[in-house]
Nanobody, 118 residues
Framework: HVQLVESGGGLVQPGGSLRLSCRVS????????MGWFRQAPGKERESVAR???????FYVASVKGRFTISQDTSKNTLYLEMHSLNVSDTGVYYC?????????????WGQGTQVTVS
């Protein structure tokens, strides 16, 4: 049984930084894509940053140059470094994994962590 547990969210002022962590427990398929997704109030969930097992990285245009996705395989942990945060980055951030990186194929989800920029 695979579990994803996020941490690191919180309240931050505009221009501030946060680092989110997603710890993986259980036997996640090593070929799975992993990524960070967010859902703002009243909006649909969107991809923020994704890391395919071939090493390809995707960032949504609004976070390019500000966010960095990375992983530490020795700790079974996925990270999202976020800098120059602005109000539009507010939302619940979810860690997700699936056979493909497209949002519709993500079938393992964490519980989410709230990020509030205010």
């Amino acid at each position: 049984h695979v579990q994803l547990v996020e941490s690191g969210g919180g309240l931050v002022q505009p221009g501030g930084s946060l680092r989110l962590s997603c710890r993986v427990s259980g036997a996640l398929d090593p070929n799975y894509c992993m990524g960070w997704f967010r859902q703002a109030p009243g909006k649909e969930r969107e991809s923020v940053a994704r890391l395919a097992r071939g090493g390809t990285i995707f960032y949504v245009a609004s976070v390019k140059g500000r966010f960095t996705i990375s992983q530490d395989t020795s700790k079974n942990t996925l990270y999202l470094e976020m800098h120059s945060l602005n109000v539009s980055d507010t939302g619940v951030y979810y860690c997700g994994a699936g056979p493909y990186c497209s949002l519709s194929y993500i079938n393992v989800w964490g519980q989410g962590t709230q990020v509030t920029v205010s």
